[in-house]
């Protein structure tokens, strides 16, 4: 699978965007930008008036309040603009997100609260402290361009000096963009940890109240709650001082080319006069009052830059597993696996070759990895030596059918269960549901039972059963099963069982207890798993 690592940057913001929806928010920044402008020109303007001509005051009155009515609704407007863009960044972050996490391949366990996360806290710290500041800097930038305009113009030399100095504003930012992005970072772990708190906790809510043991967890909970409200209080502390330092540099700034003008007045240097100093102060403070600004979300904007990053997969690759022709002859061999768990041993030596439907039941003390070597030949697992081929190629994930104790079913019919939303026609469905004994056994209409989120409504059997008819659905000829029949009764086990060993298919069944009479009729073979290898027994 291609995989590739994206950072969110203008590039993706701009790419993200409708192009016609970017060019109406530059000019309403612009047009919304001129309020200070407005403010001057009529305060400017009062001076000229002719007070006793009606019609003079008439016109002057409608020009300010034009004016005034299209900045504002500028204003309004770009509020609309941003927020409808922001819409669309934002989805589009938390497809990304959630696409990404899906694919990541070095989870090992199934955990959602990292996808949970990114989806909610990490998006929306992104939107508030990313994109939301991406509009708004290109608003004072706005301001910083017009009033340099003015500022250049009154006093090249002096003007330049005031620009200069006032750059320094952002100094701070720039020194505390490691400590910004650190801290979110740290952040954003702590607000993972919590959702898996959360999630452990709400899974075993039936425990806890059985044992009484509220307490214990409730104080988990809430010194992780604290843990990650107390780093999102330091995140946004870290901003603020570098903020506050921002705003020295500013006063600084302010201060320091005033006294170089008025030693340039005193010393009759370039033509500089109070005047040039009165000008040049106002128009720098709306500069440096700008340049403030833009500072404070240009902190912002740095802060989030370690949590802006997502993968990005090939899908189409993927997203191809639906029928498949029955191949005739199927092989299996395992060579030399050998697995290391953080460089610790579990098994090496594993050999073992299956042909057709041959099937092999493999046992063997627990813990000894009998369900990390089915995730191995699964494709869920690399394992640490050795190789894997099935019909000749490399094994990989889509080569077979994990069938656990408790297999996946999610909210929906039993026919969204069985065809996961490709196309099936509705004959091959009923005759699946046949084949695996459940069409006489949810209820008048089988394939529009309504399975609950996580099946709670089917039995074990069952729900083992749909998983397999999900793999015979698609022919499948390699079908992996993992102690599917410890929770189920005497009489299940045998039904169970005895369909799968009737299957014309390769079965590598992982059990404890072994029916006898069924291994015999079958003619199955045993393997035990033990650190050295597969043994016959
Ligand atoms: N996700 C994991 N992370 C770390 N260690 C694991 C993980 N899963 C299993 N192990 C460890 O790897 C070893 C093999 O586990 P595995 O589940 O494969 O054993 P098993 O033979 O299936 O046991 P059982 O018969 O009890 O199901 C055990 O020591 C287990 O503690
Ligand atoms: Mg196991």
Not at 244 to 253: P, Q
Not at 269 to 281: D, M, Q
């Amino acid at each position: 699978m291609e995989e590739q690592q994206t950072h969110i940057d203008i590039k993706w913001v701009l790419s993200t965007i409708p192009n016609k929806l970017i060019l109406v928010i530059i000019i309403l920044s612009i047009t919304s930008s001129f309020e200070g402008a407005i403010n001057g020109y009529v305060l400017g303007q009062m001076t000229k008036i002719v007070f006793n001509n009606f019609e003079n005051v008439g016109h002057f009155l409608l020009m300010v309040a034009m004016a005034y009515l299209i900045t504002y609704t500028s204003a309004y407007l770009f509020l609309l603009t941003t927020q409808k863009a922001l819409q669309f960044l934002t989805q589009r972050l938390k497809y990304e997100f959630f696409i990404s996490d899906f694919f990541q391949t070095n989870h090992g366990n199934l955990d959602s609260s990292d996808v949970i996360n990114k989806v909610t806290n990490v998006s929306n710290q992104i939107q508030r402290q990313y994109f939301q500041p991406l509009f708004y800097i290109f608003q004072s930038l706005a301001t910083i361009v017009t009033t340099t305009f003015v500022i250049l113009e009154t006093n090249v030399f002096l003007g330049i000096i005031y620009i200069l100095i006032s750059a320094s504003s952002f100094l701070p930012s720039i020194i505390g963009k490691k400590q910004m992005n650190m801290k979110t970072d740290t952040w954003s772990v702590a607000n993972t940890k919590l959702v898996t708190i959360i999630k452990d906790i709400f899974q075993g809510k039936n425990e806890i109240k059985k044992f009484g043991v509220i307490n214990g967890f409730t104080k988990k909970f809430f010194h992780s709650l604290n843990t990650e409200e107390e780093n999102f209080f330091k995140l946004n502390r870290t901003q603020y001082t570098v903020q506050f330092i921002a705003w020295i540099c500013a006063v600084i700034s302010d201060v320091i080319p005033m006294g170089i003008g008025l030693i340039m007045v005193v010393n009759h240097i370039a033509g500089v006069e109070i005047s040039t100093i009165v000008t040049l102060s106002l128009s720098a403070d709306a500069v440096v009052g700008s340049v403030r600004e833009f500072a404070n979300y240009q902190t912002q904007i740095t802060s989030t830059s370690s949590i802006r990053t997502f993968m990005t997969y090939n899908i189409k690759k993927i997203g191809s597993n639906s029928f498949k022709e029955k191949t005739k002859n199927i092989s299996l061999y395992l060579k030399n696996i050998a697995f290391y768990r953080q460089k610790k041993l579990v098994f090496k030596d594993i050999n073992l070759e299956l042909n057709d439907d041959q099937k092999v039941i493999i046992t063997g003390d627990s813990g000894v990895g009998k369900s990390t070597l089915l995730q191995i030949i699964a494709g869920q697992l690399m394992p640490s030596k050795g190789g894997i081929l099935f019909n000749g190629h490399k094994i990989a994930i889509e080569d077979s059918v994990l069938i656990s104790q408790k297999p996946w079913l999610f909210e929906g019919t039993v026919k969204e269960n069985l065809t996961l939303y490709q196309d099936f026609p509705e004959s091959a469905l009923v005759q699946t549901l046949k084949d695996v004994r459940l069409w006489d056994e949810l209820g008048t209409d089988p394939l529009n039972y309504k399975i609950e989120s996580t099946g709670i409504n089917v039995s074990g059997g069952q729900a083992q059963r749909l998983a397999i008819a999900r793999g015979l659905l698609r022919n499948k000829q390699l079908f992996l099963l993992d102690e599917i029949t410890a929770s189920l009764d005497k009489e299940n086990a045998y039904k169970i069982r005895k369909l799968i060993y009737e299957l014309p298919v390769m079965v590598i069944e992982v059990a404890h207890n072994i029916d006898n009479e069924l291994v015999k009729n079958y003619s199955i073979r045993i393997n035990v798993l033990t650190k050295n290898g597969l043994k016959n027994e």
